[in-house]
């Protein structure tokens, strides 16, 4: 049977990328197809590269604006025949055209428990605002900035004064463990995103979901 094929979006270290080779890649018919860059000198690329993964670097810089570069970059996973974008610490916004192309096909990571704490420096702005309770959401991607309809969520109690880069040992340490399970949760079909209806938001169900009509 053919593959369930990944193209993994990154632009740092890559640990999330990692623990998708470690227990996703090569496992129950999914794979990692290819692996791409937003910066030539992302951390991730050496860890594509050592598990045998097909590597392209897209710099904003390297194209005359985003709308080339997300072309680019949108022709490159189509070539690698991906089922699922995985948006794994990939820094950069996308245009318009590359989310339609890919909507429905394309989840994220985010260290926060949507809708609080959208966009950039997000546990830094939870420890700062003293939330009790902040978390990893995994989403799929929409137009906006971190608000694509909610696959997965796991919450991180969070007393106060903690050290940041323990905390932030403790988001990663469960988005290495929910993002893993979300791509297994797609691959064998449990996910529905809901119909748009006007006005409403679309929710994601899954297989095995409750109903509350009984
Ligand atoms: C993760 O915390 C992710 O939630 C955020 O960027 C970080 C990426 O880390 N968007 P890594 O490159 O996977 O190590």
Same mark, same amino acid.
């Not at 995994?138 to 919450?155: K, N, R, Y």
């Not at 109690?157 to 290495?176: G, K, N, S, T």
């Given at each position: ?42 951390? !991730? ?14 710099? !904003? ?52 428990? @949507? ?33 694509? $309809?909610? @696959? ?5 109690? @969070? $007393?106060?004064?903690?050290?940041? !880069? ?28 809901? $119909? ?19």
């Amino acid at each position: 049977m053919r593959p369930f094929r990944l193209g993994v979006l990154v632009s740092g270290e890559g640990s999330n990328l990692q623990a998708i080779l470690d227990s996703v890649h090569g496992r129950e018919g999914v794979e990692v197809a290819c692996v791409g860059a937003s910066r030539p000198d992302a951390g !991730a690329l050496e860890r594509a590269r050592d598990a045998g993964v097909p590597t392209g670097v897209f710099a !904003a810089s390297d194209h005359p604006d985003r709308a080339a570069r997300d072309e680019a970059l949108a022709e490159f996973l189509t070539a690698h025949d991906v089922d699922l974008v995985v948006l794994a610490g990939f820094m950069e916004l996308l245009e318009p055209a590359f989310v339609r192309r890919f909507e429905g096909s394309m989840i994220n990571v985010h260290p926060s428990l @949507l809708p609080a704490f959208r966009g950039l420096r997000a546990i830094e702005r939870a420890l700062e605002y003293g939330v009790r309770v902040t978390g990893v959401t995994v989403h799929f991607v929409d137009e906006g900035v971190d608000t694509g $309809p909610i @696959l997965a969520q796991e919450a991180i109690e @969070l $007393p106060y004064a903690q050290d940041i !880069a323990r905390v932030e040992e403790r988001v990663h340490a469960v988005e290495h463990r929910l993002l893993p399970e979300a791509i297994r949760l797609i691959a064998r079909g449990d996910v529905r995103i809901e $119909p748009a209806e006007p006005g409403s938001r679309r929710r994601v169900i899954l297989e095995g979901d409750a109903s509350d009509e009984r």
